[in-house]
């Protein structure tokens, strides 16, 4: 499978931007496991990875200290993993809505791209 970062139209990935700003070791993590999902087939183990309910979409979860570095992604569009959003929160916080929101915005403009259907798996 293909990894497949989210681009905006000018040019610009607020994902690896996001991974930029993270301290190594919470990058490394994450860019791991979306390398072991990609040689999987999309196949997740761990808890690293979690289905958010409701959506088209899943989330990497990475912890350092007490500060959580979430990625969301969509696993399967065409033997692609995208990479739709990256945001930090703090522990006991529920992902704020305004992050699904914006992570299903970019799923959606994404799929349309790749000519696949905005269905809700």
């Known amino acids: 499978m293909e990894i497949v970062f989210y ?3 000018d040019g610009s990935r607020p994902v690896q931007d996001f991974l930029d700003g993270l301290e190594n070791q919470g990058a490394a993590r994450i860019m791991r496991y979306l390398t072991h999902l990609a040689g999987s087939g999309g196949r997740a183990t761990g808890s690293a990875y979690k ?3 409701g959506y088209p ?3 990497i979860r990475v912890q350092q200290s ?5 990625v969301i992604i969509h696993v399967k569009v065409k033997d692609k993993i995208l990479v739709l959003h990256g945001f930090t929160k703090v522990e006991g916080q529920e992902t ?4 699904l929101e914006q992570a299903l915005a970019r799923y959606q403009a994404m799929t349309a791209t ?3 259907s905005k269905r809700h798996e």
Do not use: A, V
Not at 66 to 70: G, I
Not at 96 to 99: A, D, N, R, V
């Open 114 to 116: 790749l000519g696949e």
């Open 66 to 70: 007490r500060t959580l570095h979430r």
């Open 51 to 53: 289905k958010l309910h």
């Open 7 to 9: 681009r905006e139209k």
């Open 96 to 99: 704020p809505k305004k992050e």
């Open 57 to 59: 979409l899943e989330e």
